[in-house]
T-cell receptor, first 114, second 111 residues
Framework: EAGVAQSPRYKIIEKRQSVAFWCNPI?????LYWYQQILGQGPKLLIQ????????DSQLPKDRFSAERLKGVDSTLKIQPAKLEDSAVYLC????????????FGPGTRLTVT | DAKTTQPPSMDCAEGRAANLPCNHS???????VYWYRQIHSQGPQYIIH???NNETNEMASLIITEDRKSSTLILPHATLRDTAVYYC????????????FGTGTLLAVQP
């Protein structure tokens, strides 16, 4: 089966610009996650969707980050305006359900803010 | 904060068993131990999980101590492709229980 798809793979922007990332989860997976991974650290959960509803967004900086999952399939994560400290890899993952053990991760989008 | 403690790095010779330790002394009775790994420039990959019994799959074995305060991930015959950061994670089964990644162990398999 096809894995989690993400685009773009790389993005370079200047601070105060906006950027959007796209994720297509594995077909049939109800739960979708966005993680931020800063260099040298483990991934940190930003937001979790169950179908098209938000389960957990406690770590999402809501003044500049937003995410949506229309129709419970694809998802987009947006940053507006970007700061230097947003430079990181943004990972999307999906799983069959909220308490399913295995999360499948995409390759990530590497964002550099200059 | 991560509930686990892992050594920052380990080396292993190709073809030998790699034993990766993890300390989780504050684990609760309903929390599972998960292992994921992340190869350079890729997303994390699930390896195995367990509650209190030892577990084995095609990738690895998980040995959990009787008091559940520590565990060991065993890769029986390490290859160069097993070079990665290995994350040990403790997670409950509630819907909002998240995977909290620490900094993991960088396993370097040497030829």
């Amino acid at each position: 089966e096809a894995g989690v798809a993400q685009s773009p793979r790389y993005k370079i922007i200047e601070k105060r610009q906006s950027v959007a990332f796209w994720c297509n989860p594995i077909s049939g997976h109800a739960t979708l996650y966005w993680y931020q991974q800063i260099l040298g650290q483990g991934p940190k959960l930003l937001i979790q969707f169950q179908n098209n509803g938000v389960v957990d967004d406690s770590q999402l900086p809501k003044d500049r980050f937003s995410a949506e999952r229309l129709k419970g399939v694809d998802s987009t994560l947006k940053i507006q305006p970007a700061k230097l400290e947003d430079s990181a890899v943004y990972l999307c993952a999906s799983s069959k359900g909220q308490v399913t053990y295995e999360q499948y991760f995409g390759p990530g989008t590497r964002l550099t803010v200059t | 904060d991560a509930k686990t403690t892992q050594p920052p790095s380990m080396d292993c010779a190709e073809g030998r068993a790699a034993n990766l330790p993890c300390n989780h002394s504050t684990i609760s009775g309903n929390e599972y131990v998960y292992w994921y790994r992340q190869i350079h420039s890729q997303g994390p990959q699930y390896i195995i999980h367990g509650l209190k019994n030892n577990e084995t799959n095609e990738m690895a074995s998980l040995i959990i101590t009787e008091d559940r305060k520590s565990s060991t991930l065993i890769l029986p015959h390490a290859t160069l492709r097993d070079t990665a950061v290995y994350y040990c994670i403790v997670r409950g089964t509630g819907a909002t229980n998240k995977l909290i990644f620490g900094t993991g162990t960088l396993l370097a398999v040497q030829p």
